[in-house]
Every structure is written in C-alpha cells, then in structure tokens.
C-alpha cells in the first residue's frame, strides 16, 4: 500500500521570503500522480499544484513549485514570495496510476505560519 | 458554475442516532468521492461512487457506515448509531471521470455528544 509522510508538522516563514516543505512517500509503482493541496482554517480543501510521475519537469504555478525526485520518492513544495494567505494546512497527496484506482493517499499535513 | 456543494456543514447527533450527509457534485460530474478527516490528521479515502455503482468501498469501515449515488439528487453517506469516534470532518470531492482532478467540497463536521 502506498504511504505519504510529512515530516514537518509545522513550519514558519517571514513574510515575502521562500519556504519549502516536505513530503515522501512510499510505492512500488512506476507511474502515478502526486499533488499538493491546501487547507486554510475555512477547511476547504484547494488544490495548489499536480504533478506526473512521468514528466521530468517539475510543476509550476506561480509562486508554487515543486522539486520533484523520483528516485528519490521526495516530492517537496516551494512557496516564493509568502504571503500572508499563504498560511493554511499543507497536504501531500498520492493517486495510483491503475484504473478504478481513484483514491488520494494523504499525509498528515504541513501546518505553515506567515509572519508579517 | 458551482462547486461542490455539501450539507449540513455542521451536524450535532447524540450517540447511537443516524447522521446522513449529502454531497451534490459540481455540474457535469459523475463521480463522487468521500474522505473523513479526524482531528490533526489528513484525509482518509472512505469510497468512491458513481451514479448508482459503488466502484470502490476499501476505506469504509465494515459496520454502519453506507453510501450511495442515486440516478438523481445527491450522494448520501450516512452512518448509523453513531459513536464519539465518528465525530470528524467528512468531505466530498468530485470529478467528471476517471484520472480526472477531484474538487471538494467545504466539508461537513460531524460532532457526537
């Protein structure tokens, strides 16, 4: 079964400089997705970046990118420029390859802090 | 458009009452999913629906939980005789299909007292 570990619980950044937080996980799979999704406190669950295990690129959408390491099995988010709507619960989150294998594998989350 | 729409947002039940929570899918998708989040914890995977299929179950606990998608209206996960330990957030997501983005819901909290 596949696994997601986040080893932060929480972390911190000035406001306006860079943070990057961390996520691996476990498979025995070749080929999957892998996403990033965030929770501020109105605990909806918004979707930052989605990256294919089968591209070499790592994703990126504004502020947000990802260092992706697949022999690795690492999968890290770096936010540029924090804001302080940045702030929230940070989840890494797995999806298998396999049809009709639908389910997302979450880890336990990222608790970041914007300091003004 | 709508997004996912999920009610109540919060539900109170005493133990040993049903709880019955909806989920309407964002317009144009027919797949629905259900997640249960406990405190300082991520999102489990409970099931993942179709219009009137279960396609997969593995995450739902044996006893007293369902779920269901009918042809029309939304997707209900309801529980019976509820528990202290089934106080949490459930969320919904939804899709247009398979290896398709799954966009959530705000998420109902469940309280037992």
């Known amino acids: 079964a596949q696994t997601v570990t986040q080893s932060q619980p929480e972390m911190s950044v000035q406001e306006a400089e860079t943070v990057t937080l961390s996520c691996t996980y476990d498979t025995s799979e070749s080929d999957y997705y892998l996403f990033w999704y965030k929770q501020p406190p109105s605990r909806q669950m918004i979707l930052v970046i989605r990256q294919e295990a089968y591209k070499q690129q790592n994703a990126t959408e504004n502020r947000f990118s990802v260092n992706f390491q697949k022999a690795a099995k690492s999968f890290s988010l770096k936010i540029s420029d924090s804001q302080l709507g940045d702030a929230a619960m940070y989840f890494c989150a797995y999806r298998s390859p396999q049809g009709g294998s639908e389910k997302l594998v979450f880890g336990k989350g990222t608790k970041l802090t914007v300091n003004p | 458009n709508a997004g996912v729409m999920q009610n109540p947002r919060h539900l109170v039940r005493r133990r040993g009452q049903e709880a019955r929570l909806r989920c309407s899918p964002m317009?144009?998708?027919?797949?629905v999913y259900w997640y249960r989040q406990l405190p300082e914890e991520g999102l489990k995977f409970m099931v993942y629906?179709?219009?009137?299929?279960?396609?997969?179950e593995s995450g739902m606990p044996k006893e007293r939980f369902s779920a269901e998608f009918p042809k029309e209206g939304p997707s209900i996960l309801r529980i019976q005789q509820v528990v202290r330990g089934d106080s949490a957030a459930y969320f919904c997501a939804s899709s247009p299909g398979q290896r398709n983005e799954q966009y959530f819901g705000p998420g109902t909290r469940l309280t037992v007292t």
């Open positions: 317009k144009g998708h027919s797949h």
């Open positions: 629906l179709q219009k009137e299929n279960i396609i997969d």
